[in-house]
């Protein structure tokens, strides 16, 4: 047996108000002045002066604004690295990204695409990345996907949608900052923090599940009902607990795998581009028979918060869309071999995921 040798994110910060830090944490991190920090910031805060303000630039410093409307993309990667090599002196002396799993995992890729030859599309996949990525930073602004604190960062590409996971991949420092989350619309909310709970339940229950990653697991999934089932938090502490459940849940997949929902919704997300958190709600919904609680756990929190979810997405797909969505699904072997153990070939067929999906 050969243990995988982990690695962590080095540095992190906790605290509601922390985020106005940022400056004094990353100045000792300047490279030159002609080596300038990029920040790269979801596109919702715009004309947010109360974040925004608070993002002290010198120099050549720079604010990119970007969408979170659409997953990213390789493409969109490589366009952003071309654009900041063209317009700045020096190779920059980092990236901090703000916003959630799209800003987070576009600050990543941006991070090692600026030190690794090619585009990005070349290093989906496992240990493809050979050169350390530039100091990388995230400050998320919503709770629930564990990208602040995993080994990848997702991308679909022209052929897949598949990670770039490598041990340069982790971010260098991360705020935790929970006020930085108070205005997140309910059902972004409570689409990314179930990414969150699928995340415990699909590795608690997988068969890759070992102490480390129960440990945390546990704890995420404990926190996730509370905030979700429960009335008796504040305000303050449940955007403080899904922050802490998100970490958790990172980290119990880091050394594990998630499961049948997320196969399943990156099917839907390369074919019809639906995004990960509403997704992976869509699909967990109807896996009954291999998520018994935990979907009926999911059922009661969604009826709790008054979540609907869209019906009939797949109703009117051709044979061929199908088939592309099942076609990705299956190739996520290490997803399948979790939930399922090593024969899951026997149960799940392209004929199972089609029907599982005309359900959708
Ligand atoms: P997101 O980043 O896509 O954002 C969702 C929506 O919430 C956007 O409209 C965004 O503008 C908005 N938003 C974010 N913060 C806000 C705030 N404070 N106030 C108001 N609106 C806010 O959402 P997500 O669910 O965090 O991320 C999904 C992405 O994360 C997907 O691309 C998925 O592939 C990726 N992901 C990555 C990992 C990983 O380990 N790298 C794990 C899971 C998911
Ligand atoms: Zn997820």
């Given at each position: 047996?050969?243990?995988?040798?982990?690695?962590?994110?080095?540095?992190?910060?906790?605290?509601?108000?922390?985020?106005?830090?940022?400056?004094?944490?990353?100045?000792?991190?300047?490279?030159?002045?002609?080596?300038?920090?990029?920040?790269?910031?979801?596109?919702?805060?715009?004309?947010?002066?109360?974040?925004?303000?608070?993002?002290?630039?010198?120099?050549?410093?720079?604010?990119?604004?970007?969408?979170?409307?659409?997953?990213?993309?390789?493409?969109?990667?490589?366009?952003?690295?071309?654009?900041?090599?063209?317009?700045?002196?020096e190779?920059?002396?980092?990236i901090?990204g703000?916003?959630?799993?799209?800003?987070?995992?576009l600050?990543?890729?941006?991070?090692?695409?600026?030190?690794?030859?090619?585009?990005?599309?070349?290093?989906?996949?496992?240990?493809?990345?050979?050169?350390?990525?530039?100091?990388?930073?995230?400050?998320?602004?919503?709770?629930?996907?564990?990208?602040?604190?995993?080994?990848?960062?997702?991308?679909?590409?022209?052929?897949?949608?598949?990670?770039?996971?490598?041990?340069?991949?982790?971010?260098?420092?991360?705020?935790?900052?929970?006020?930085?989350?108070?205005?997140?619309?309910?059902?972004?909310?409570?689409?990314?923090?179930?990414?969150?709970?699928?995340?415990?339940?699909?590795?608690?229950?997988?068969?890759?599940?070992?102490?480390?990653?129960q440990?945390?697991?546990?704890m995420?999934?404990?926190?996730?009902?509370?905030?979700?089932?429960?009335?008796?938090?504040?305000?303050?502490?449940?955007?403080?607990?899904?922050?802490?459940?998100?970490?958790?849940?990172?980290?119990?997949i880091?050394?594990?795998?998630?499961?049948?929902?997320?196969?399943?919704?990156?099917?839907?997300?390369?074919?019809?581009g639906?995004?990960?958190?509403?997704?992976?709600?869509?699909?967990?919904?109807?896996l009954?028979?291999?998520?018994?609680?935990?979907?009926?756990?999911?059922?009661?929190?969604?009826?709790?918060?008054?979540?609907?979810l869209?019906?009939?997405?797949?109703?009117?797909?051709?044979?061929?869309?199908?088939?592309?969505?099942?076609?990705?699904?299956?190739?996520l072997?290490?997803?399948?071999e979790?939930?399922?153990?090593?024969?899951?070939?026997?149960?799940?067929?392209?004929?199972?995921?089609?029907?599982?999906?005309?359900?959708?």
């Amino acid at each position: 047996m050969n243990y995988r040798n982990f690695p962590m994110v080095p540095r992190v910060v906790f605290g509601r108000g922390s985020f106005s830090q940022l400056n004094d944490i990353i100045t000792p991190k300047r490279k030159s002045i002609n080596a300038p920090f990029i920040f790269l910031v979801d596109d919702v805060f715009r004309n947010n002066t109360w974040l925004t303000s608070r993002i002290a630039l010198a120099y050549d410093d720079r604010v990119m604004f970007i969408s979170a409307d659409q997953e990213p993309t390789t493409s969109q990667v490589d366009d952003l690295v071309e654009s900041i090599i063209l317009s700045t002196k020096e190779r920059p002396s980092g990236i901090i990204g703000i916003g959630g799993g799209t800003l987070l995992d576009l600050a990543k890729a941006v991070s090692i695409m600026l030190t690794n030859k090619g585009e990005a599309k070349d290093y989906q996949g496992w240990d493809l990345v050979k050169n350390p990525a530039i100091y990388h930073v995230a400050v998320p602004t919503i709770s629930g996907t564990g990208a602040e604190v995993s080994r990848t960062t997702v991308l679909t590409g022209p052929e897949r949608k598949l990670g770039i996971n490598s041990d340069y991949t982790p971010f260098d420092q991360v705020i935790l900052d929970s006020e930085l989350t108070k205005d997140v619309p309910t059902n972004q909310w409570f689409y990314t923090g179930m990414d969150c709970y699928i995340h415990c339940v699909e590795s608690l229950t997988g068969t890759y599940l070992n102490a480390f990653s129960q440990s945390y697991g546990e704890m995420a999934l404990q926190l996730c009902e509370e905030i979700f089932l429960t009335d008796n938090l504040s305000k303050v502490d449940a955007q403080e607990k899904l922050m802490m459940a998100s970490w958790h849940g990172g980290m119990s997949i880091a050394y594990s795998q998630v499961g049948v929902a997320h196969a399943m919704s990156y099917g839907l997300s390369y074919l019809l581009g639906t995004k990960h958190g509403i997704g992976n709600c869509i699909v967990f919904n109807h896996l009954e028979e291999f998520y018994p609680e935990g979907v009926k756990t999911f059922k009661a929190m969604k009826k709790k918060h008054n979540i609907l979810l869209p019906e009939g997405i797949c109703a009117n797909l051709s044979d061929k869309e199908f088939d592309i969505m099942i076609n990705v699904s299956l190739s996520l072997e290490p997803l399948w071999e979790n939930a399922l153990g090593k024969h899951w070939k026997k149960t799940i067929t392209p004929k199972k995921l089609r029907s599982l999906y005309e359900k959708m």
